[in-house]
């Protein structure tokens, strides 16, 4: 399986469109949140169905600076998923997600304390027995790792979704909303990955085979 995994996109139409014209044979796209910038939420819904044109299913959760509205939202028809505290399965993979960020001093669009993101991840694979195939998106990374980290070298991340990822061990963790933390880190066998912000031109492949796990970053 060839995932597409794009975040902080902040309603760059541009580099969405050069996106959509350059991926070929990929088999899903994850969209790990900030899809738009404070809104609209027409903006947002416009990205994902943007993305659609690509040909394959759309998995996503919003980000910090979508609309709240934007947590309930999808797209069935259009294969748009919304993976915010819930699964949904693909091929022999299950992916779950979690949306927004934890409180900041910015108070953005959508924010959660580290009790509400941990019922959120909870929530999303109650119904989950077996998490050896489990993909988890989380737009907020994981406390003390590579990718949560800002200027001066302050980590910023999530301690839920650091204790999430400790505890289950998902295959794979696809995140985002830091910008300057692009690249790859690794929690026991959990591959994890920021990106980097679509908005700047940055993107990832990730090929999943079984329980092997390759990670690619790219750049348009």
């Known amino acids: 399986m060839k995932i597409l995994a794009i975040t902080d996109i902040h309603s760059s139409i541009v580099n969405v469109k050069k996106l959509v014209n350059t991926i070929h044979h990929i088999d899903l796209i994850a969209v790990i949140g900030d899809i738009s910038h404070f809104g609209p939420f027409k903006r947002a819904i416009q990205i994902l169905r943007l993305l659609t044109r690509i ?88 406390y003390n790792t590579r990718l949560d980290l800002i200027r001066n070298n302050i980590h910023v991340g999530s301690l839920s979704v650091r204790k999430f990822v400790e505890e289950k061990q998902p295959l794979l ?15 026991g066998r959990t591959k994890m990955v920021n990106p980097g912000p679509l908005k700047w031109g940055y993107y990832a492949l990730v090929n999943v085979n079984d329980e092997k796990v390759d990670i690619f970053l790219e750049k348009i």
């Open 173 to 187: 963790l696809v995140t985002g909303h830091i910008h300057e933390s692009r690249g790859v880190d690794q929690i």
């Open 55 to 142: 040909g394959v299913p759309v998995f996503f959760v919003p980000g910090n600076c979508d609309p709240p509205s934007l947590l309930q939202w999808e797209d069935l028809e259009q294969n748009i998923f919304n993976l915010h505290g819930r699964n949904r399965k693909f091929r022999e993979f299950f992916f779950a997600g979690v949306g927004g960020s934890i409180i900041s001093p910015f108070r953005t669009l959508i924010e959660f304390s580290e009790e509400e993101y941990s019922k959120i991840l909870n929530n999303a694979i109650r119904h989950l027995d077996d998490l050896s195939k489990l993909i988890l998106i989380a737009h907020n990374p994981p």
